[in-house]
């Protein structure tokens, strides 16, 4: 049981989570009241993706709170693993891990660092962009290609917000 690793689970992932942070955007903008309020935003949204692409066996971890179901941050902003239904089988597996960064450049230099160690099915990357290089997309993948082991499985979401919305680049690496 490893859907998460198949191009066509990550393919459909990329199009819910992109859906529900445009969805987000036009929700907050022009409301918000600071990065906090957009970190929220942005990792509720990530629950009902989550419970629909992973399934009812599924676990999410969030920092905040968006429903009585959901724990708080575990490794990650948010993630949803998969459990073994017997106690002996454990962590079966993650198929997907989200960091979400509104701060300085070098904080979104940190997540990035943590979140390229995440063996997820798909990684996804939310971040200002207002402060990034115009080639941060290129500058960002050449950073996580340093990082070993790769597998050819490696699929990313990164999601740079500007006020006009979010602009999504999604590689398979």
Not at 33 to 49: E, M, N, Y
Not at 88 to 97: D, K, T
Not at 158 to 173: D, H, I, Q, R, T
Request: some cysteine.
């Amino acid at each position: 049981m490893t859907f998460w690793l198949e191009k066509e689970w990550q393919e459909r992932a990329v199009e819910a989570v992109r859906d529900a942070l445009d969805r987000v955007h036009a929700g907050l903008i022009g409301q918000s009241r600071g990065p906090k309020d957009w970190t929220v935003g942005v990792l509720q949204a990530f629950v009902p993706v989550a419970r629909d692409l992973c399934g009812d066996g599924s676990v999410c971890g969030l920092k905040c709170p968006a429903d009585d179901q959901c724990k708080g941050e575990w490794l990650y902003d948010f993630c949803c693993w998969i459990e073994g239904t017997a106690a002996h089988e454990g962590f079966l597996g993650m198929p997907m891990a989200v960091e979400s960064e509104w701060g300085s450049w070098n904080d979104v230099w940190d997540d990035l660092d943590k979140l390229t160690q995440a063996r997820a099915g798909l990684r996804v990357f939310v971040f200002d962009a207002r402060w990034a290089p115009a080639d941060w997309h290129d500058v960002m993948s050449r950073r996580i290609r340093r990082f070993v082991p790769m597998s050819a499985n490696d699929a990313w979401l990164f999601a740079g917000w500007k006020p006009e919305g979010f602009e999504f680049k999604s590689s398979l690496l």
